[in-house]
């Protein structure tokens, strides 16, 4: 299975979208004070280390080889607009018949994506051409080896000392009209999707190279039912039980006494926070996952069962389990450490099965994708036939992997990259970029270690930089000092300011003698004079143009509603987010209110 079978669509949050949850509300919105109007971009653009999330992403991508990457992101105005990159230029199509592309106007986010995704094709372009005159220049001198441009394999050998080298992978931008990410992958998606395909989320940094996550979907359709482990309930015969605590049901019916029906038709991928200790308690709203080891000689691979939220936990005072469960699976796992990362690896098989069920159940796709999903993996074990099942991947721990779905991430992550940079190459981040200017040498200006001061940034005498990130074109006045922020781009912070913990916005204006401490600045805000500010989110409320009226319909309703040869249950057991499955008596522990993986039995 080569990762050219694989298309991946990576699913931006769109700042115009009120059905998704804005998660790095204010920076995404930038005011212009001279129409006094309100802009949106999208989460992917920000910066993380003075580059864009979405570049991070995209270099993922570039590793995986896929045979085509598109960025999928709401427009209301250009619906069904594709956008395509090639060569140093852009061209756009549409998916309408007899449609000018002429006559789309971008919307300001996606123009602001477009010129942020082409310096990255352009980049890519001219290093593959420079990488092709190399090889052609030492083969005419030694006659080592040949070269051959190859669009599936880059840099290794190949027999006859032939070594190949693939084109820039092929990007596209897609936009669509639909707010729920499951209409986006039915109505927008589906038609354009072949095979095999994988979908990404916009804001994920991570070391782990992605061919182990294609390796390892590829190992799981290995696997077979009949093949599942019946763990007995002896745990000295080992296995891999890591923090989490086994579910062991008095029940001791088997997987193999049932009938088997089709492999795994998908994989989810699962890491554990790697926050700080103070920062998991600031964000821990993590859902509780349900899950079984595959197979005791792989640690790593697992099957999803079940997730409830931390609201519904918390409401309900219990965990509710529903007997079909524990009657398939003898021993199941819970915890509340692991975290959804947005990435699966999917068959398309998955899109025929979610297309049958919207024939019945007309809500069910207008959701976020990790509640179909999660109602996929209720799927396969709550009829009385076990149905086709969900992998799960836990990301072993010492691969490094950060998501910027918060403030308190997206701060966190700028951090730990400050660190890696400075550990890699400690001279990296000590000497200032040469188109920074420092005003007045004579009194010298400090810029501490695990700072990065982005291009053609003024710093004035005396101001004081530690442990931040500053972006482009920024202004620093006089005896400023900044503490652990973020300074995105076009900023202006004039003389005597403190800003300790803050977060400031695109084009953001900062007056003298203003002091700020863990606040979040809307880009283009400008804050007044000597003003004074702590633990705030400063926006421009006034001119708010989304409509937050909208009818919320996040689908609450589960397929575990389906009738074709459901199980036998009370009628308590109805399956909602608001009211899971079970009942009261079948399980209560207080320690479930504790923060990290729980334990119960039975």
């Known amino acids: 299975m080569g990762a050219k079978d694989y298309q991946a669509f990576i699913m931006l949050n769109s700042s115009n979208n009120v059905k998704q949850p804005q998660n790095l509300q204010p920076l995404t919105s930038i005011v212009n004070n001279e129409t006094q109007t309100k802009h949106r971009i999208s989460d992917s653009i920000l910066p993380v280390c003075n580059r864009p999330m979405i570049h991070y992403v995209l270099d993922w991508c570039e590793q995986a080889f896929f045979s085509e990457v598109n960025l999928v992101i709401y427009d209301e105005h250009s619906p069904n607009h594709v956008i395509e990159f090639s060569e140093l230029t852009t061209k756009s199509s549409s ?23 082409q310096p990255f094709i352009d980049f890519r372009w001219k290093m593959y051409k420079a990488t092709l005159k190399d090889h052609a220049m030492k083969t005419d001198d030694s006659n080592a080896y040949n070269v051959s441009v190859d669009k599936d394999i880059v840099g290794n050998l190949v027999p006859n000392n032939q070594v190949t080298i ?3 992978i092929r990007i596209n931008i897609i936009t669509t009209k639909y707010k729920n990410e499951g209409e986006v992958l039915m109505k927008s998606l589906a038609n354009r999707i072949k095979n095999k395909f994988v979908l990404l989320p916009s804001d994920f940094i991570t070391d782990l190279p992605p061919q182990i996550l294609n390796h390892q979907f590829f190992q799981f359709s290995k696997f077979n039912k009949s093949e599942q482990i019946n763990y007995s309930s002896d745990d000295s015969n080992g296995g891999y039980y890591d923090e989490e ?13 049932l009938p088997i029906s089709d492999d795994i038709i998908m994989m989810s991928c699962f890491y554990k926070s790697q926050l700080s200790q103070v920062e998991k308690k600031k964000s821990n709203t993590n859902d509780y996952i349900l899950y079984q080891q595959l197979d005791r000689t792989t640690p790593y691979a697992n099957i999803l069962l079940d997730a409830y939220t931390q609201e519904n936990i918390e409401k309900q005072k219990y965990l509710k389990i529903r007997e079909s469960l524990l009657w398939k699976f003898s021993k199941v796992k819970g915890s509340k450490l692991l975290i959804n990362s947005g990435i699966y690896y999917c068959n398309h ?24 999903f999660r109602d996929l993996s209720r799927r396969s074990w709550v009829h009385s036939d076990l149905k086709e099942r969900i992998a ?9 992997f950060s998501q910027m779905n ?32 420092v005003i007045n040498d004579s009194q010298q200006t400090g810029i501490s270690q695990q700072s990065q001061i982005g291009e053609k940034t003024i710093l004035m005498a005396q101001s004081n930089v530690k442990k931040s990130l500053i972006g482009f074109n920024c202004k620093i006045g006089k005896k400023v000092k900044i503490t652990g922020s973020i300074i995105l781009d076009n900023v202006e912070i004039e003389d005597n300011c403190i800003i300790e913990n803050c977060i400031i916005g695109y084009n953001s204006i900062i007056k003298k003698k203003s002091k700020m401490v863990n606040c979040q600045v809307e880009g283009g805000f400008v804050i007044p004079e000597s003003s004074m500010f702590k633990g705030e989110m ?11 009226s909208y009818d919320n319909q996040d689908g609450e309703k589960s397929i575990l509603e389906d009738d074709e040869n459901v199980i036998e249950e009370d009628d308590s057991d109805s399956e909602t987010d608001s009211d899971e499955t079970g009942d009261e008596n079948d399980y209560y522990d207080e320690d479930l209110e504790d923060a990290g993986d729980f334990q119960f039995g039975f």
């Open 392 to 400: 799960m991947f836990i990301l072993p721990e010492v691969v490094k």
């Open 245 to 257: 605590e086994e579910v062991k049901s008095d029940k001791h019916s088997t997987v193999e006494d």
């Open 406 to 437: 918060s403030m308190v991430s997206y701060l966190e992550t700028n951090r730990q990259m400050l660190n890696m940079i400075q550990e890699t190459d400690p001279k990296m981040l000590d000497n200032l970029d040469p188109t920074v200017n």
């Open 166 to 168: 693939k084109e820039p």
């Open 349 to 372: 098989r998955v899109l025929e099965i979610i297309e049958n069920i919207t024939k019945n159940q007309v809500d069910f796709i207008h959701r976020p994708l990790k509640k179909i």
């Open 538 to 548: 400063l926006k421009r409320d006034d001119l708010d143009d989304m409509d937050d």
């Open 95 to 117: 998916i309408k018949d007899g449609e000018s592309t002429q006559d789309i106007a971008d919307s300001y986010e996606v123009a602001k994506l477009k010129q942020i995704v």
